[in-house]
């Protein structure tokens, strides 16, 4: 753990090959922009037409999660256009998750991927039904299996919508666990995960409408990017900018 004060959890177990907004908008005059969100996306030669269709899927979801977001607008008594001009140039990123077959069993208290809440505004999840599946934390504390609708999204509150809302709207609390020990055959699961992340310098503050007589907002305002930044920092070691 940090400053080595507990065991270290054991590695989540999966793969994922992600990429951000550089290919499709230009950065802005930020080093610290360009090193979080622009860093180049990186293009395997094989197969043909990957990197097209990771573009037209990130483009595709891009306009979703600006429709969500009006929708979010009008649910939160604001202009439904309140949050176009946050998001306009955003800087989210497609995640392509791939969590292999589990020939031998996993160490303790090693996931598919740990319990996490998201950082981002929303996300927006293809999973596909296979054995060891997304779980949700409900209010009482239990973990909760999502089911798998064909064709369908599963859409996920981030952290930044609980900042705007002063937790009216909570950021969901989420796992991937792994296969049952008894289950046959091959229990490779993959999914593609876009997380939404509003523009680089959009400031995240308690939205008005969100703030009942004599209530005080319990988050100070951030910056999204930099406040991404943070997140990562804190969990990964790099070199600061």
Known sequence: GPGG????????L???????????????DSADAVAFAWAANLWPAEPPGFRDAMLAYYQ???????????????????????????????????????YPDQPVPPEPGQLRAGAHTD????????????????????????????PTVPGGFVINLGDLMARWTN?????????VVNPPPDATGSTRRQSIAFFH?????????????????????R???VLSGPHLASKFRSTVTLPAA
């Open 60 to 98: 595709a979801l891009s306009e979703l999660a600006g429709r969500l977001m009006r929708l979010f607008a009008l649910g939160l008594a604001l202009p439904e256009t309140f949050f176009d001009s946050r998001i306009d140039r955003a800087i989210s990123a497609l995640r392509l998750l791939n």
């Open 167 to 175: 937790d009216r709207w909570r950021s969901t609390l989420h796992r």
């Open 14 to 28: 999966k793969e994922s090959f992600s990429i951000g907004p550089a290919d499709l908008t230009p950065p802005p």
């Open 219 to 221: 988050y100070a305002p």
């Open 197 to 217: 992340q509003p523009n680089w310098d959009a400031e995240i503050a308690c939205l008005p409408t969100c703030l009942g007589p004599g209530e005080t907002p």
């Open 5 to 12: 004060g507990g065991p270290r959890r054991p590695p989540d």
């Open 119 to 146: 950082y981002g505004s929303l996300t927006i999840l293809l999973p596909q039904d296979a054995p060891g599946g997304l779980e949700v934390q409900g209010p009482d504390g239990a973990w909760h299996a999502v």
